[in-house]
């Protein structure tokens, strides 16, 4: 059964919003998302930070592994980019860490453009491979430079506002001082949140609009059979290559936003194998192959983090061994459970179950 009325313009088909759910969804989304920082907690308030970082990563994750179909273990490495270029351009030259994001995202994008030619001709696990190798040599490249990065013991994040005079009293930025507006404190977590709120809105608007582009549709026909989409005139090297780029583009965008947020970074971790691994599941557990899965997918993956935590402790006097984990293998076992369940009975993910609840509707109040 459809989901949507039946299309007869191309008008209708590029709408942005084009039927009543996206608009009531929309209406409900707003009041939320701009009262969410004014009553959550501090702890809540931290979580929704990093639910819009792992959005921006998750829509460049999508771009490569669901829209161009090529799996990469290497996402980590263009987040851990991202991040220390800020850390850097802050620290090094006191760059406002506003500027600092996007200078992130294109050196990210010229590595991902530079490493896209060489897998032009690997698939599945021996792409895979190849992009593990980057992340290895990503870390490696940064502790072999400690006069900029500080090698393993990190590196602080300056959060200047605007170009530091000389002699500055506050090395580390402006922006982390609370900010007053009449009878209203704005504090450091709150304005990083509407910051990043701005963020990954645009980025899921980015991400919508590729989706639906010529470049879009190349990357998925190349990612559905490349010979096809090869006759039919689409360069399927091309496709993967500005598929690696934008999504390390993103990536480079979600790793400063994350050195923002924890304004001490160090290579590893979080920049490893486990985070790659991590936004692999996030894409499942959202729906492959949609701007929908990779936003409700990282939502849902980091506001399940705390819950798992507080499940875990209740279940360790009754389960053996759970004891002797450590709380990141715990919410490891409970995600790759959750995504072994998806697989098996709902392969599109939240997708998915969103589809079945509009089909529902559509329908009620009869069942076919």
Same mark, same amino acid.
């Given at each position: 059964?459809?989901?949507?009325?039946?299309?007869?313009?191309?008008?209708d088909?590029l709408?942005?919003?084009?039927d009543?759910?996206?608009?009531?969804?929309?209406?409900?989304?707003?009041?939320?998302?701009?009262?969410y920082?004014?009553?959550?907690?501090?702890?809540?308030?931290?979580?929704g930070?990093?639910?819009?970082?792992?959005?921006?990563?998750?829509?460049?994750?999508?771009?490569?592994?669901?829209?161009?179909?090529?799996?990469?273990?290497?996402h980590?490495?263009?987040?851990?980019?991202?991040a220390?270029?800020?850390?850097?351009?802050?620290?090094?030259?006191g760059?406002p860490?506003?500027?600092?994001?996007p200078?992130?995202? *294109?050196v990210?994008?010229?590595v991902?453009?530079a490493?896209?030619?060489?897998?032009?001709?690997?698939?599945?696990?021996?792409?895979?491979?190849?992009t593990?190798?980057?992340?290895?040599l990503?870390?490696?490249?940064?502790?072999?430079?400690?006069?900029?990065?500080?090698?393993?013991?990190?590196?602080?994040?300056?959060?200047?506002?605007w170009?530091?005079?000389?002699?500055?009293?506050?090395?580390?930025?402006?922006?982390?001082?609370?900010?007053?507006?009449?009878?209203?404190?704005?504090?450091?977590?709150?304005?990083?949140?509407?910051?990043?709120l701005?963020?990954?809105?645009?980025?899921?608007?980015?991400?919508?609009?590729v989706?639906?582009?010529?470049?879009?549709?190349s990357?998925?026909?190349v990612?559905?059979?490349?010979?096809?989409?090869?006759?039919?005139?689409?360069?399927?090297?091309?496709?993967?290559v500005?598929?690696?780029?934008?999504?390390?583009?993103f990536?480079?965008?979600a790793?400063?936003m994350?050195?923002?947020?924890q304004?001490?970074v160090?290579?590893?971790?979080?920049?490893?194998?486990?985070?790659?691994?991590?936004?692999?599941?996030?894409?499942?557990?959202?729906?492959?192959?949609?701007?929908?899965?990779?936003?409700?997918?990282?939502?849902?993956?980091?506001?399940?983090?705390?819950?798992?935590?507080?499940?875990?402790?209740t279940?360790?006097?009754?389960?053996?061994?759970?004891?002797?984990?450590?709380?990141?293998?715990?919410?490891?076992?409970?995600?790759?459970?959750?995504v072994v369940?998806?697989?098996?009975?709902?392969?599109?993910?939240?997708?998915g179950?969103?589809?079945?609840?509009?089909?529902?509707?559509?329908?009620?109040? *009869?069942k076919?």
């Amino acid at each position: 059964m459809p989901t949507r009325p039946l299309l007869t313009r191309y008008e209708d088909d590029l709408k942005l919003f084009p039927d009543r759910w996206n608009k009531i969804g929309i209406a409900i989304a707003i009041p939320i998302l701009l009262a969410y920082p004014f009553v959550a907690s501090s702890q809540w308030l931290t979580v929704g930070n990093l639910a819009w970082v792992t959005v921006v990563g998750s829509i460049g994750m999508m771009m490569l592994t669901g829209f161009s179909g090529q799996i990469s273990l290497g996402h980590a490495a263009f987040l851990a980019l991202g991040a220390y270029t800020t850390a850097i351009l802050g620290e090094q030259l006191g760059l406002p860490f506003w500027m600092g994001i996007p200078v992130s995202g *294109f050196v990210a994008a010229a590595v991902g453009l530079a490493i896209g030619p060489f897998a032009l001709r690997l698939e599945g696990l021996y792409l895979a491979i190849v992009t593990l190798g980057l992340l290895f040599l990503v870390n490696h490249t940064l502790h072999s430079l400690p006069e900029l990065t500080h090698g393993s013991i990190g590196i602080s994040v300056p959060m200047h506002t605007w170009f530091p005079a000389d002699g500055s009293p506050d090395p580390m930025g402006t922006f982390a001082k609370p900010l007053v507006l009449g009878g209203l404190t704005v504090s450091f977590e709150q304005k990083l949140y509407f910051f990043f709120l701005a963020i990954a809105i645009v980025a899921t608007y980015l991400g919508v609009n590729v989706q639906r582009s010529n470049t879009g549709r190349s990357m998925m026909a190349v990612r559905d059979h490349d010979v096809a989409a090869a006759v039919m005139g689409v360069h399927p090297a091309r496709a993967k290559v500005i598929s690696f780029g934008m999504s390390a583009f993103f990536a480079g965008v979600a790793g400063a936003m994350f050195a923002c947020q924890q304004q001490y970074v160090t290579i590893e971790p979080p920049f490893d194998l486990n985070m790659s691994v991590q936004y692999i599941a996030i894409i499942v557990l959202g729906g492959v192959g949609t701007i929908f899965g990779a936003v409700w997918g990282a939502l849902v993956f980091v506001a399940l983090s705390p819950l798992a935590e507080k499940l875990f402790d209740t279940l360790k006097p009754h389960v053996p061994l759970l004891g002797g984990l450590s709380s990141a293998q715990q919410a490891t076992l409970l995600f790759s459970l959750i995504v072994v369940g998806f697989l098996i009975f709902e392969p599109l993910g939240l997708f998915g179950m969103w589809l079945r609840i509009k089909r529902y509707f559509m329908a009620w109040p *009869f069942k076919y």
